[in-house]
């Protein structure tokens, strides 16, 4: 906390020069300790950008196929699943399983296949070149060539932004139950923003650290499966506020979160809180490819009928991609379908 202004998140690193990151992916740590992260060849089959379920997915498949691949990531191999503090709803894990054992599944899986991957790396654009190949850039300025890609960058958290928020992020708002639910054990209130899946799964992921656990939702009903409502519902410890929009949050004098204030149906009040959780959806991380590739509705990548974009030898697939259902299966599912259409696009160009 001393080094990180008093705010409570992690990780938080210092370096023996004495600089620090606060929440630093792997590219911003491979920059400061200069690490060397690099492909053993310029020329693959199949560049697959992302390893999340989707990505590694795909990997697998293509591998199987004998299609030369190669995966980068600008974080960790797993991705945003690997951060999930259990999965409950995944086929074959009947008592569920935490999200980081599945992504760790998922990389053995495919390094079993010989599935090259990076992390830390972070694909800075794709071009189509005058001999055909696609040219993916990376941060580090390296240029990597391959028949087709597959973009499978996934999504992040969306913020509220709303008064407050930004200045109070680490410092009361958070955006991960799992990383920073732990700092609040023995707290008296906490708010989770969010009527949906995640939101309530994080919610009752945090009342094991909390007394009491407020849900606001600013549609009329939540928004989460059935027998998440039920769990919620009937547990004393929590209280849902259904058509309460969040409008700002609230500093004590020490600049932490003092207060959420919100609107409801009945005016504005502000509702105590120790911290705030916020779960209310997802933006596609496709800012790389604007420009390049058609973006759809919020940003996610558009796609044909058979996953690929507007950009022959490009395909896409899992959060990214417009249309797609923001689950784990599912992701999982499309990462297989764009390999198979990943080999019938090779199998077309005759080689």
Same mark, same amino acid.
């Given at each position: 906390?001393?080094?990180?202004?008093?705010?409570?998140?992690?990780?938080?690193?210092?370096?023996?020069?004495?600089?620090?990151?606060?929440?630093?992916?792997?590219?911003?740590?491979?920059?400061?300790?200069?690490?060397?992260?690099?492909?053993?060849?310029?020329?693959?089959?199949?560049?697959?950008?992302?390893?999340?379920?989707?990505?590694?997915?795909?990997?697998?498949?293509?591998?199987?196929?004998?299609?030369?691949?190669?995966?980068?990531?600008?974080?960790?191999?797993?991705?945003?699943?690997?951060?999930?503090?259990?999965?409950?709803?995944?086929?074959?894990?009947?008592?569920?399983?935490?999200?980081?054992?599945?992504?760790?599944?998922?990389?053995?899986?495919?390094?079993?296949?010989?599935?090259?991957?990076?992390?830390?790396?972070?694909?800075?654009?794709?071009?189509?070149?005058?001999?055909?190949?696609?040219?993916?850039?990376?941060?580090? @300025?390296?240029?990597?060539?391959?028949?087709?890609?597959?973009?499978?960058?996934?999504?992040?958290?969306?913020?509220?932004?709303?008064?407050?928020?930004?200045?109070?992020?680490?410092?009361?708002?958070?955006?991960?139950?799992?990383?920073?639910?732990?700092?609040?054990? @023995?707290?008296?209130?906490?708010?989770?923003?969010?009527?949906?899946?995640? @939101?309530?799964?994080?919610?009752?992921?945090?009342?094991?650290?909390?007394?009491?656990?407020?849900?606001?939702?600013?549609?009329?009903?939540?928004?989460?499966?059935?027998?998440?409502?039920?769990?919620?519902?009937?547990?004393?410890?929590?209280? &849902?506020?259904?058509?309460?929009?969040?409008?700002?949050?609230?500093?004590?004098?020490?600049?932490?979160?003092?207060?959420?204030? &919100?609107?409801?149906?009945?005016?504005?009040?502000?509702?105590?809180?120790?911290?705030?959780?916020?779960?209310?959806?997802?933006?596609?991380?496709?800012?790389?490819?604007?420009?390049?590739?058609?973006?759809?509705?919020? @940003?996610?990548?558009?796609?044909?009928?058979?996953?690929?974009?507007?950009?022959?030898?490009?395909?896409?697939?899992?959060?990214?991609?417009?249309?797609?259902?923001?689950?784990?299966?599912?992701?999982?599912?499309?990462?297989?379908?764009?390999?198979?259409?990943?080999?019938?696009?090779?199998?077309?160009?005759?080689?």
């Amino acid at each position: 906390m001393e080094r990180n202004g008093g705010k409570l998140i992690i990780p938080v690193i210092e370096f023996p020069d004495g600089s620090i990151l606060i929440e630093p992916d792997n590219s911003e740590i491979a920059a400061v300790l200069k690490l060397e992260i690099t492909a053993s060849k310029s020329l693959y089959d199949l560049i697959v950008v992302g390893a999340g379920p989707a990505g590694l997915t795909s990997a697998i498949y293509a591998a199987r196929e004998g299609i030369d691949t190669l995966v980068l990531d600008k974080g960790a191999l797993g991705g945003q699943a690997g951060a999930t503090e259990r999965v409950d709803n995944y086929p074959g894990f009947p008592e569920g399983i935490t999200g980081g054992e599945l992504a760790s599944r998922y990389v053995d899986h495919a390094r079993r296949y010989g599935v090259e991957m990076l992390s830390g790396v972070q694909v800075r654009h794709i071009a189509r070149e005058d001999d055909g190949l696609l040219a993916v850039e990376t941060d580090q @300025g390296a240029t990597y060539r391959a028949k087709a890609v597959v973009v499978a960058t996934g999504s992040t958290y969306r913020r509220l932004d709303v008064p407050g928020e930004e200045d109070l992020i680490g410092a009361g708002i958070h955006f991960c139950a799992t990383c920073d639910g732990p700092f609040y054990r @023995g707290a008296k209130d906490l708010v989770v923003i969010g009527g949906g899946n995640s @939101g309530l799964e994080e919610g009752l992921f945090l009342s094991q650290f909390a007394e009491k656990i407020t849900i606001l939702q600013d549609l009329p009903n939540l928004t989460a499966s059935v027998i998440l409502q039920e769990r919620v519902t009937n547990d004393p410890c929590f209280e &849902v506020r259904t058509s309460t929009k969040v409008i700002g949050f609230i500093a004590d004098a020490n600049g932490r979160l003092e207060a959420v204030e &919100v609107e409801t149906p009945q005016g504005t009040e502000s509702i105590e809180a120790d911290g705030a959780f916020i779960f209310i959806g997802l933006t596609p991380n496709s800012g790389f490819v604007e420009g390049t590739l058609d973006l759809g509705r919020a @940003g996610f990548v558009a796609t044909r009928q058979t996953l690929e974009t507007n950009l022959p030898g490009v395909f896409a697939a899992g959060d990214v991609r417009e249309g797609s259902t923001k689950q784990i299966a599912s992701a999982v599912g499309e990462g297989a379908a764009v390999a198979l259409m990943v080999r019938a696009y090779l199998n077309s160009l005759g080689e």
